[in-house]
């Protein structure tokens, strides 16, 4: 990976993308500890900051999942980009020019050729419209009550019932047959190449920096299936994106309000909630949840009424919570989802049902409750445990006995008897997570593996050394003298590989800080190295310490020949000070 550009061009280009600048457009970063930031990680769900960035070492570093690195690779996992794109990326975001670069611009290249492609797909579904091969997909749109201005805010379209209409356009345009598949806008099949969407009304996937990056077509008439969206490609993931977030990320509602179809996205937008937005008909990703949390702390949810809607919504309270996003739950009856409620009952009545929204504990209460006859005692208790399982993770004790309360009238019993079951269960919690701790206590050497199943450590017992050694260079490069330069003392092959890399940039003058790192490690190895480098070490005397680690590999090493290891240990305590007769 290393050399694709030049090292003066990514130092310039590291120093002109301020970390906390950069970090501080997707993570609110409030909390300060000395000069440091801190904020709830984008990439794993948490409730307590745990994500810090530091100004002094530009380097983000989270003690809960262990990603670590510099603004280079906080920009390649926080937009899902490889390593030359995301140079461009902040490039652009800098006023850069990007040195020529070989493979990696033509990488680049192609991205920005398949989002051009998609914009000029979106123009001619748009277009479409106005032409008889649009007529249907007019009638539906006017028979779902959608006015021409929310047509052409969300830039819908047409994809007529033709086999390669829109792929014979776009090579008109110049765009190739190749280009088309890797967009997802065509398919090969046995006589060449076919449109993906046929017979559809087609909503525009828009980014949240604006770009066209994929589509999602509604069937007109009968056929399956009724949603169809692009598949993944290099520039769309259905799991990262939600429709209609370029336009309700401006709202000034306070809160996200997440449904379930795009139809209701643009019905909702017309009415006047513009801070409706979709998951794509994909269920509700963590991805999705981290996006939304760049713009609020508050969701408000409302799926489609029946059980399917429910189910989805208690997983979107999952997620979401775990992220501290507070979710609000709003319940209609009389429809099956927001457009028809409205059309049925009118916008003032979806108003009222926000101004009536519960909270998530609510929601899900009332869920348990559903599924039993609290007429019948078996089931009755039955309701019970499953009522304590769940308000167990209430983490609010006011909260606990607000909904155990609830619980208890819902029973006809005193709330005397669920608190002694909460109690009960909560001594049972946290017995469980006790025995767990005292567990993982007893097994150091699987704790001191790197969290990446692919960089595990093939000998747990020379590799804190082997650490100590690769920390003491990021830190102090001129420590490279007394490390031998021997490789071969690395049982590790990560770290071996770690060494192998720093040593050879200290050699030739080029700098071992982890932002500048970025493209000779891949993001598991950068993440493990800045938790390599995060660990506390004393550089008063750094030669004696990069001796002592270098020492306390060769003991290790020699165990199995007690003879020599004997050796070693009188000759170490000597060096030491140590009476070799002492313990």
């Known amino acids: 990976m290393d050399g694709t550009f030049p090292e003066d061009f990514l130092e310039e280009l590291i120093a002109r993308n301020d970390i906390v600048d950069v970090v501080s457009s997707y993570v609110d970063l409030k909390k300060r500890s000395g000069s440091n930031r801190f904020g709830l990680c984008p990439f794993h769900s948490e409730k307590t900051p745990s994500f810090s960035v530091s100004p002094d070492k530009q380097m983000y570093y ?60 979106g123009r001619f579904f748009f277009d479409q419209l106005k032409e008889p091969a649009g007529a249907r997909a007019i009638d539906y749109l006017n028979r779902r009550g959608l006015s021409k201005e929310m047509v052409t805010r969300f830039g819908l379209g047409a994809a007529p019932d033709s086999w390669d209409s829109l792929g014979e356009a776009m090579l008109r345009q110049g765009y190739t047959r190749e280009e088309l598949v890797q967009a997802g806008l065509q398919k090969t099949g046995k006589h060449g190449g076919y449109d993906t969407f046929r017979n559809r009304l087609m909503f525009p996937v828009v980014d949240i920096r604006g770009s066209i990056v994929g589509f999602s077509g509604r069937i007109l008439g009968d056929g399956e299936p009724k949603y169809l969206n692009t598949s993944d490609t290099m520039i769309f993931s259905k799991s990262r994106n939600l429709f209609g977030l370029n336009l309700a990320k401006k709202s000034k509602a306070g809160y996200l309000l997440l449904v379930e179809g ?46 399917a809607g429910v189910k989805a919504s208690q997983r979107a309270i999952d997620i979401l919570k775990e992220l501290n996003i507070k979710v609000r739950m709003i319940s209609m009856k009389g429809a099956k989802d927001p457009d028809e409620f409205i059309k049925k009952f009118g916008r003032d009545a979806f ?93 150091p050497t699987r704790m001191r593996q790197p969290a990446e199943r692919g960089l595990r450590y093939e000998n747990p017992a020379t590799a804190p050394a082997e650490e100590g050694i690769i920390r003491l260079l990021m830190k102090d490069p001129a420590l490279l003298t007394a490390a031998d330069s021997d490789e071969a003392q690395f049982s590790n092959s990560f770290l071996k590989k770690a060494y192998s890399i720093l040593a050879q940039r200290i050699r030739e003058g080029r700098s071992v800080d982890i932002p500048n790192l970025a493209e000779a490690f891949d993001a598991a190895e950068i993440a493990q190295l800045a938790t390599i480098e995060n660990h506390p070490e004393n550089l008063a005397n750094g030669e004696r310490a990069m001796a002592d680690y270098i020492k306390k590999i060769r003991l290790e090493t020699l165990k199995n020949d007690p003879e020599q290891y004997l050796s070693e240990i009188r000759k170490y305590k000597l060096e030491k000070g140590v009476d070799a007769k002492d313990g």
């Open 351 to 443: 108003a009222n049902l926000l101004a009536e929204k519960v909270d998530d504990a609510q929601f899900q209460l009332h869920a348990i409750e559903q599924k039993y006859d609290l007429e019948d005692a078996a089931q009755k208790l039955d309701y019970l445990r499953e009522a304590v399982a769940f308000l167990i993770n209430v983490q609010s004790a006011v909260e606990r006995e607000l909904y155990g309360r609830q619980a208890a009238e819902k029973m006809g019993v005193t709330y005397e008897a669920v608190k002694a079951e909460l109690d009960l269960a909560i001594k049972r919690r946290r017995s469980a997570d006790k025995k767990k701790r005292e567990q993982q206590a007893m097994r």
């Open 62 to 121: 989270c003690f809960g999942c262990s990603k670590g690195g510099g603004v280079i690779n906080f920009i390649m996992e926080i937009e899902g980009l490889p390593f030359p794109d995301a140079v461009h990326f902040l490039a652009r975001r800098a006023g850069m020019t990007v040195p020529e670069d070989g493979k990696s611009d033509e990488a680049v290249q192609l991205r920005e050729r398949l989002l051009k492609l998609n914009r000029a797909a």
């Open 262 to 307: 795009n139809i209701d996205v643009v019905t909702l937008h017309q009415a006047g909630f513009d801070s409706a937005v979709a998951a794509l008909g994909t269920s509700f990703t963590p991805d999705q949840a981290r996006l939304m949390t760049r713009y609020t702390g508050e969701v408000d949810i409302c799926f489609d009424a029946d059980g």
